[in-house]
């Protein structure tokens, strides 16, 4: 009995001895993986045995008052730096630490070498209140297209239960994955702000709403010209609206030029006293005779200008931005009649080919982007795409493979008019942004804008300064 007592209580040693190997071999390797965090819960134990318990409570209630009160007093700075922080540290520590190799091994995201199974490395998190931006090492022979296929991204992101999940090389084996936790683009966003003043404008930058990072989303009026496409109710008239409204002190001051081309004869109508008297058109026959008389100016200018040396074009005095603004191509393309699309082709045609290097910029938007209606598509430089009924329609708006690369145009939501699709320059990647919602009363508020700024100016001309300056305010 005595000899069967010492081999049991030798056993239960033995036991602890082995549990309490096992637990210091796992706190030795999370200590390892967390630095931050067991450097953290090591100085405020040997705080607590040093200073007192009593010491440290106070303290840590100072801390939290004054960081409450920082919070209250500047949120954008104390968003930046201690919640941004607070958050990364929770997101690496209790969803990816937690869970990674589980998820890289069931989503076959690791590579076996011999009897060695190599996962990626989690080098650094930061997460923003919508995204966590993931920086991993990929071990030796994976690359970044087995991360961008369609069926690995999308188990990728469902095993960290992410609604999108974008992809980027960012040096040899490092790439970053930003997973989505929240859609920042389910709100409304508001329209473009007025510019303070012409120098406020960058033409490279012109802002039209909001991309899915929460940064500016930005298109050029100089370099090239720009298709929009989608469904009725998508929200196309958004970008013509935004540019307008970031561009309003340069149309003031002569140094844009508005053409409107309106076939439904009511978007742009709107704005009609934004257009000059013979630089608005709504019928076929109109409409030929203002292109064609675009493609003379043009001519004339691409002459003056190759007599004079000049190769590249910027807005300036005597020297204004022609913005042709077309908010319906399909009639143009397929519904009137076929002697009148022919001349209208050829006139748009040129206008698409050589009216950049002076200043004749188009901005068109259509409905019906199939390819046998939209064939002048690869003239346009810069394309974006919102809700589309299918997948070909997005291919045929933007380009062949586009629902490949991301595009995922006949997925948006009737309830997000302005959500769209656009590819970023030199890249098979896509950017998806949402324009500015633009309301009467921004359109209101454009127009008497452009007016009442005509007035000061004209009345500053003829030296009425005290009177101008009356009206501005």
């Not at 070498?113 to 920086?135: C, I, M």
């Not at 071990?139 to 188990?155: C, F, L």
Request: glycine fraction near 8%.
């Amino acid at each position: 009995m005595l000899n069967f007592l010492f081999s049991a209580i030798g056993k239960l040693l033995t036991w602890l001895a082995k549990q309490l190997a096992r637990l210091i071999a796992w706190l030795v390797v999370q200590a390892v993986l967390h630095p931050r965090t067991s450097t953290m819960a090591g100085t405020t134990a040997a705080s607590v045995a040093v200073l007192g318990w009593q010491l440290c409570l106070t303290i840590a209630g100072a801390a939290f008052v004054g960081l409450s009160t920082w919070k209250a007093a500047h949120p954008e700075t104390f968003g930046k730096t201690v919640e941004t922080w607070a958050r990364s540290w929770w997101h690496r520590w209790w969803i990816y630490r937690r869970l990674w190799r589980e998820v890289f091994t069931r989503c076959d995201l690791t590579v076996q070498a011999g009897t060695e199974v190599y996962v990626p490395k989690l080098k650094r998190v930061r997460s923003t209140p919508y995204w966590d931006h993931l920086v991993v090492e990929m071990p030796i022979g994976q690359s970044v297209k087995r991360y961008q296929q369609e069926e690995a991204a999308d188990a990728l992101r469902l095993g960290f239960k992410g609604e999108r999940l974008v992809v980027k090389g960012v040096k040899p084996r490092l790439l970053e994955l930003s997973l989505m936790r929240r859609d920042p683009l389910v709100e409304a966003v508001p329209a473009t702000a007025l510019p303070a003043s012409v120098e406020a404008i960058d033409w490279r930058r012109i802002p039209v709403g909001i991309d899915e990072f929460g940064k500016p989303y930005t298109i050029s009026l100089l370099g090239g010209h720009t298709a929009i496409s989608g469904s009725t109710g998508a929200g196309k008239a958004g970008l013509e609206w935004n540019i307008l409204r970031g561009i309003a002190p340069a149309i003031t001051a002569g140094l844009v030029r508005l053409v409107g081309i309106d076939p439904k004869a009511k978007e742009l109508r709107r704005a009609r006293a934004l257009f000059g008297p013979d630089d608005y058109a709504v019928t076929d026959e109109d409409v030929l005779k203002l292109l064609e008389r675009l493609v003379q100016e043009m001519n004339e200018a691409n002459e003056r200008d190759g007599a004079a040396g000049e190769r590249d074009f910027r807005p300036g005095k005597g020297r204004p931005l022609t913005l042709v603004l077309l908010d319906e191509m399909a009639p143009l393309f397929k519904y009137w009649p076929r002697r009148i699309r022919d001349k209208i082709e050829d006139a748009l045609g040129l206008l698409l080919t050589q009216g950049r290097a002076v200043g004749f910029i188009v901005v068109g938007a259509i409905q019906e982007p199939t390819k046998d209606v939209f064939q002048l598509r690869d003239l346009f430089t810069r394309r974006i795409a919102l809700r589309l009924p299918t997948e070909s329609h997005t291919e045929a708006a933007l380009v062949e493979n586009a629902v490949d690369y991301g595009a995922l145009c006949h997925q948006i939501s009737e309830t997000t008019p302005g959500v769209l699709y656009s590819l970023q320059d030199g890249a098979r990647s896509t950017v998806r942004a949402r324009l500015g919602h633009v309301r009467d009363a921004d359109i209101d508020e454009l127009i008497a804008y452009v007016e009442t700024s005509a007035k000061v100016v004209e009345l500053d001309t003829w030296g009425g300064n005290a009177r101008g300056a009356e009206i501005a305010a």
